[in-house]
C-alpha cells in the first residue's frame, strides 16, 4: 500500500535519528563502522528528500519502500566486498606489470578489473596483449613449439637474469642491449627462442672468444685476421652468433693460435694446417706447452730438409714439416722421408705428438 508523505517523513526521520544514536556507539579507531552508519544516514535523508519533492509537483502518493538498517547493512557490505576484490586485483595487477616491465599496460588495469577481479582470469587477458607477446617472444616461441623447458613467466624472467649475468661478468654489458630494452628483450628470445642457445653454452662461446682476445699474442689475433678476415676486437660478437656451432668455434680459436704460435717459431702455418691441428685437441683447448715443443720439431724438420730440398728441386712448406713432424699428413710424411732418406737415422721416429697430447685443461 502506498504510504502517504507524512508516513514517509516520520518513518526516515526516526530512522535517522536510531542510526544517529547508533553512530555514536563507534569510537576514533572504528572508522569503517561509522562511514557505513553514516552512508544509511543519508540514504535515509535522500528518501525523505524524494518524497517532498514528489509531493510538490502534484503527483499520485509516493510508492517508496523505505529499506530497514539490516537491507541497507548486507547492501553496504556487498559493495564494500567487491571493492576490496578489486582494490586487491588492482594491486595485483600493478605488482605483475612491474616484474614484467610491461608498464604501458597501465592504463588498461581498471577496465580488466571491471571484468573480473579473479587473478587467472587477468593474467590470461594480460598475455593475449601484444605487449606481452613482445616482452616475452621467446617464451612465446617455445610454446609455439611445444617445448616446455621454460615453463612459466617467472622461469623465463630467471632465465634472462642468467643470461645477464653471463654477458656482465663476461665484461659485455651492454651486448645484449640496454637492461630492460626491447632490443635486450629481442636478443634474449633469439638466443632462447630460435636458437636455443643455452647459458653454458653462451658462457662457453664467451670464453672460447675470449681466450684469443684476451692477453693474447699479437701473433694469434693475426692469424685470426689472415685466416678467418676476423678483427679480435669483433670475435667475442662473432663467436656468439647463434647460427654457429660452439666446436667450430673453439677450433677456430685453437687453430688461430696454431698459426700464431707458429708464426713465433718462424713458421709459415698455413690455415688448413693449422685446423688439422687444430683437430687434434678435440672440443678441448690446445696444449700450448705440447704445441711449443711440436713447432720446435716442425722447424727442426725444415731446416734440415730445406738443403735437401733445394738440390732436389722440391718445394717443401712449413705446414707440410710440421705436419710431417706430427705424423698428421701421409702425404706430408712421405714427403719429408724422401728428402730425409739419406739421414733416416737421424730424423725417423715418430713425434709422440698425438691427440691426447694437445688437449689441457690449463687455457690460454
Keep these: 500500500m502506498a504510504k502517504s508523505l507524512e508516513q514517509v517523513i516520520a518513518e526516515t526521520d526516526a530512522e535517522y535519528a536510531r542510526l544517529e544514536q547508533y553512530r555514536y556507539q563507534f569510537g576514533p579507531g572504528q572508522n569503517r563502522q561509522r562511514t557505513n552508519i553514516e552512508k544509511q544516514m543519508q540514504q535515509q535523508v535522500a528518501i525523505r528528500d524524494q518524497a517532498v519533492a514528489n509531493s510538490q509537483g502534484g503527483g499520485a502518493p509516493t510508492d517508496t519502500t523505505v529499506k530497514s538498517g539490516e537491507d541497507i547493512y548486507y547492501e553496504n557490505k556487498a559493495a564494500s566486498e567487491l571493492l576490496e576484490k578489486r582494490t586487491s586485483a588492482r594491486q595485483y595487477l600493478k605488482t605483475l606489470l612491474t616484474q614484467y616491465n610491461m608498464g604501458s599496460l597501465a592504463g588498461q588495469i581498471e577496465g580488466l578489473i571491471l571484468q573480473s577481479t579473479n587473478q587467472d582470469f587477468l593474467a590470461e587477458k594480460v598475455r593475449e596483449t601484444n605487449e606481452y607477446k613482445a616482452r616475452f617472444k621467446g617464451l612465446v616461441a617455445l610454446q609455439a613449439r611445444g617445448n616446455t623447458d621454460v615453463r612459466n613467466e617467472a622461469e623465463y624472467l630467471n632465465l634472462e637474469t642468467q643470461y645477464r649475468s653471463a654477458f656482465n661478468q663476461a665484461g659485455l654489458r651492454d651486448y645484449l642491449g640496454a637492461d630492460g630494452s626491447q632490443g635486450e628483450y629481442d636478443s634474449i628470445a633469439e638466443l632462447v627462442g630460435d636458437y636455443s642457445v643455452s647459458v653454458e653454452e653462451v658462457k662457453s662461446r664467451i670464453g672460447d672468444a675470449q681466450?684469443?682476445?684476451?692477453?693474447?699474442?699479437?701473433?694469434?689475433?693475426?692469424?685470426?685476421?689472415?685466416?678467418?678476415?676476423?678483427?679480435?676486437?669483433?670475435?667475442?660478437?662473432?663467436?656468439?652468433?647463434?647460427?654457429?656451432?660452439?666446436?667450430?668455434?673453439?677450433?677456430?680459436?685453437?687453430?688461430?693460435?696454431?698459426?700464431?704460435?707458429?708464426?713465433?717459431?718462424?713458421?709459415?702455418?698455413?690455415?688448413?694446417?693449422?685446423?688439422?691441428?687444430?683437430?687434434?685437441?678435440?672440443?678441448?683447448?690446445?696444449?700450448?706447452?705440447?704445441?711449443?715443443?711440436?713447432?720446435?720439431?716442425?722447424?727442426?724438420?725444415?731446416?734440415?730438409?730445406?738443403?735437401?730440398?733445394?738440390?732436389?728441386?722440391?718445394?717443401?712448406?712449413?705446414?707440410?714439416?710440421?705436419?710431417?713432424?706430427?705424423?698428421?699428413?701421409?702425404?706430408?710424411?712421405?714427403?719429408?722421408?724422401?728428402?730425409?732418406?739419406?739421414?733416416?737415422?737421424?730424423?725417423?721416429?715418430?713425434?709422440?705428438?698425438?691427440?691426447?697430447?694437445?688437449?689441457?685443461?690449463?687455457?690460454?
Excluded: C, H, W
Design 211 to 364: 681466450r684469443v682476445v684476451a692477453d693474447t699474442p699479437q701473433e694469434v689475433r693475426d692469424s685470426l685476421q689472415r685466416f678467418y678476415n676476423i678483427d679480435a676486437t669483433s670475435l667475442v660478437e662473432y663467436a656468439l652468433d647463434p647460427v654457429r656451432a660452439q666446436n667450430k668455434i673453439n677450433t677456430l680459436a685453437n687453430a688461430a693460435i696454431v698459426g700464431g704460435y707458429g708464426e713465433m717459431a718462424d713458421l709459415d702455418i698455413e690455415v688448413g694446417a693449422a685446423e688439422s691441428i687444430s683437430a687434434l685437441a678435440g672440443d678441448e683447448d690446445i696444449n700450448l706447452e705440447a704445441l711449443n715443443r711440436q713447432l720446435v720439431a716442425g722447424s727442426e724438420v725444415r731446416d734440415a730438409t730445406s738443403r735437401l730440398a733445394n738440390i732436389d728441386r722440391m718445394e717443401l712448406s712449413d705446414s707440410e714439416a710440421l705436419l710431417a713432424s706430427m705424423d698428421a699428413d701421409a702425404t706430408a710424411k712421405k714427403k719429408v722421408k724422401g728428402l730425409q732418406s739419406r739421414e733416416r737415422a737421424r730424423f725417423g721416429g715418430s713425434s709422440g705428438f698425438n691427440r691426447e697430447s694437445l688437449k689441457n685443461v690449463n687455457t690460454i
